[in-house]
């Protein structure tokens, strides 16, 4: 999942986007509300985390931009304090959830893993498809209740499939949402994991919808 954070405090960011590599996200930054902004008007994130007070253009004012535009990606403002008129002012703005600094990061991520969940229209941390089994919370996997050991990188792509479970993804959109930048889009490392996951996993759980992408969800006979 690729997420934007937008936080002007230098050393905060700095720990965000460590605890946030480290759990496996692809991590955007900016230090203003204008970079912050059109970053999120031109890049596609899974979520945004976004600080308030921000020079150049302030939290609500880029969150109301964006909505006015019609992005729809889910939002986690961070207050200052623990002002009620600045979470008033967030979520009428359009925001989704809210912390207060300080907070613990931990909770950040818990409620991270919450949002990308609801956009994705799931109700519990775990995620049941057919024989398949993955615990968001912990990052495990297991097939009809035996632990499936995957790397890193197996696992983020895994996850991203199952938050869009039963739609076709394409190779493009898995490069967006899972790689930095820097990666190379026309390698064929996609495939490669694909194949391997699907070796790690029941065969007929990623179909591969021939010009198009990749789709998980149940065998038909699991269903
Ligand atoms: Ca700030």
Redesign the pocket.
């Known amino acids: 999942m690729r997420i934007l954070l937008v ?3 230098k050393e ?1 960011q700095r720990l965000l986007r460590k605890a946030l590599a480290d759990a496996g996200y692809v991590v955007d930054s900016a230090f203003d509300g204008e970079e912050g902004h059109f970053l999120g008007d031109t890049e596609p994130y899974d979520a945004v985390i976004l ?5 150049k253009l302030d ?1 609500v004012a880029v969150l109301e931009k964006w909505r006015k535009a019609g992005k729809m990606m889910p939002v986690l403002i ?1 207050t ?1 304090r623990d002002s009620w008129s600045d979470k008033v002012a967030g979520f009428d703005a359009g925001a989704d959830d809210y912390l207060a600094k300080p907070f613990y990061t931990e909770e950040l991520l818990a409620r991270l893993r919450a949002l990308l969940r609801r956009a994705a229209g799931l109700a519990a941390a775990e995620i049941e498809i057919g024989p398949l089994r993955i615990d968001t919370r912990a990052s495990r996997v297991t097939l009809s209740g035996n632990p499936v050991k995957l790397t890193s990188q197996e696992y983020r792509l895994l996850a991203y499939l199952a938050h869009h479970r039963g739609k076709v993804v394409s190779r493009t959109e898995l490069v967006e949402h899972l790689y930095d930048q820097d990666f190379d889009r026309d390698s064929n490392t996609i495939e490669v994991f694909v194949g391997r996951l699907r070796k790690k996993l029941d065969a007929g759980l990623i179909q591969t919808v021939r010009g198009l992408g990749y789709s998980l969800d149940a065998p038909a006979a699991a269903k």
């Not at 600080?51 to 020079?55: E, F, H, R, T, V």
């Open positions: 936080e002007d405090d905060l600080d308030l007070g921000l020079p939290g961070l200052a």
